[in-house]
């Protein structure tokens, strides 16, 4: 019992360290921000109707609307306050006709810039 415990702070260790080591690939920060690590797209409303994933940002604090086509008419909404994935805002748009939608989005992001 007494080689259990003097183990113990050692296998705690490990772990502590394993937990806090740099690892290359995709940590869960990076796959929560919009385009991954500082993935923000530039201010302005930089996307073509043409594109399958429309982003822009918005005001001091980076507020990123996002929009990806997912098929012809379904679109995934997600939003973004600097790198942090605000989730309880996604929504699925059904049904969406590219062009108005393209229009809408527009219309929204030169809005949100003039703010």
Known sequence: MKKLL?????VLGMALFTACGDDSGTSASNAATPGG???LP???C???KTD???KYKYSS???VDEYTWVDETTVEFKSYAKNYHMDK????LTGQNRDELYEEVM???HRMQDM
């Open 6 to 10: 003097l183990g113990l702070p050692l």
């Open 37 to 39: 690590g500082n993935g």
């Open 42 to 44: 530039a201010a302005g």
């Open 46 to 48: 930089n996307f073509a």
């Open 52 to 54: 399958n994933v429309w």
């Open 61 to 63: 604090w980076e507020y």
């Open 89 to 92: 805002d996604d929504k699925t």
């Open 107 to 109: 219309a929204q992001c």
